[in-house]
C-alpha cells in the first residue's frame, strides 16, 4: 500500500504514544469552577512561559484571537491588520458576528506591516460618524504568507505607534513558537510589547486541541466570562490540557526539524523547472509554490494521485507544511514526486 505524505497542514498531527500516556492519567476536575488541576497548571505554566499575569484554557485558536478582540473593544469599534491576515480571511466573519467590529487591512510584504502603512490609517478622535480604531493586530508567523516571521524591530515600532494612540496591541501568536526557535527570540520576549496572545498548541506542538490567550489578570478574567457566553466551558478538561502541557514541555525545540525539512524541500522545489518559490519567504515550516504550467486544482489532484496531499496557498500558489509526523524519507519522496509531476 503507497504511504500518503500529507502536507496539507501542521493541525493533521497525532498525539504520540508519550502524550496520549500523560493525557489518560491526567488528573481532572471540573474547569467552570476552576477545580480542573492540569488545566491550572497548564495556565499557570503557560502564563509563566508567555510573562502574562495569567493565561486562560480554549478550545481553539479562532476562539482565542476571537475572545482577544472581545475584550479589547466594543461594538462599532475597528482593528487594524494585514490583508492575508488569518482573523481576516479564515475565521468566518467572526469578528462582526461577535463583537460587532469591522477590520481594516492593508497590504504588507511578507505578511509584515509598517508604522508608515497603518498610522493613517487610524480613525480621528473626533469623527464620531467613523468607527473607533481600537486595535493594532499582527500575526507571527504569518500563516497566508508562508510562516514568515515578523522582525522584532517592527514589532516595536507597531507597539510605540499603538501606544501613541492610546491603542491596544494583539498578537495572532499560533506559531509564535515557530518563530521563537528560528530566531532564538524567546517567546516572553515576543509577548511581552502586546496586551493580549493567543498562541495554538495543536498544529507544530502536537496537541490533538486547544490554544493559551494571555494577558493582565483583569483581561483574563473578563476573556473566561466570554469564553463562557460562547459555550467554551469545558468541564473536565484536563485530559485534553495534559496534551498541551505535554506539547509545551517536550515538543517546542523539536519544531527546528520541521524547519529544516521545509528549507530542504523548499531547495528541491526552487531546482525544478515548472514550480516558482520565493526563497526569501522560507521562514520556517510552511511553504508557498506556483504552478507555471497547470492549475492549481489539477496541480493537487496530480500529486494526490502520487500519493502527496498538499492545500491551496493563496489563489495561485500551492502549500505544503512539514510537521512532527513527517520525516526526512517523506520530504525526500514528496521532492520526488513534485519533480514526476511537473517535469
Known sequence: MKKIIDLRSDTLTK????????????????????????????????????????????????????????????????????????IFNYESGSPAMLSGIQLMTVKGKFGVIIPEQVEPLIRPKDAYYMPRTKVIEVENTHNRAGGTICPMENIIELKNLAKKYNLYYHLDGARLW?????????????????????CCLSKGLGAPVGSIIGGTKEFIKEAYR?????????????????????????????????HRRAKYLAEKINDIKNLEIDMNSVHTNILLFRPLTMTVDEAMIKCKGEGLLLLPGTVDTLRAITHLDVDDSDVEKAA????????
Open 15 to 86: 498525539p504520540s504514544p508519550e502524550m496520549r500516556k500523560a493525557m489518560y492519567k491526567a488528573e481532572v476536575g471540573d474547569d467552570v469552577f476552576k477545580e480542573d488541576p492540569t488545566v491550572n497548571k497548564l495556565e499557570d505554566y503557560s502564563a509563566e512561559l508567555l510573562g502574562k499575569e495569567a493565561a486562560l484554557y480554549v478550545p481553539s485558536g479562532m476562539m482565542g484571537n476571537q475572545i482577544c478582540l472581545n475584550v479589547l473593544t466594543n461594538p462599532g469599534d475597528e482593528v487594524i491588520c494585514e490583508a492575508d491576515a488569518h
Open 336 to 343: 520526488d514526486i513534485l519533480t514526476k509531476v511537473f517535469e
Open 178 to 198: 515557530n518563530a521563537s526557535v528560528e530566531t532564538g527570540i524567546s517567546v516572553k520576549e515576543y509577548a511581552s510589547h502586546f496586551d493580549s496572545i493567543s
Open 226 to 258: 466570554v469564553r463562557k457566553s460562547w459555550g467554551g466551558g469545558m468541564r473536565q478538561v484536563g485530559i485534553l490540557a495534559a496534551g498541551g502541557l505535554y506539547a509545551l514541555q517536550n515538543n517546542i525545540e523539536r519544531l527546528k526539524d520541521d
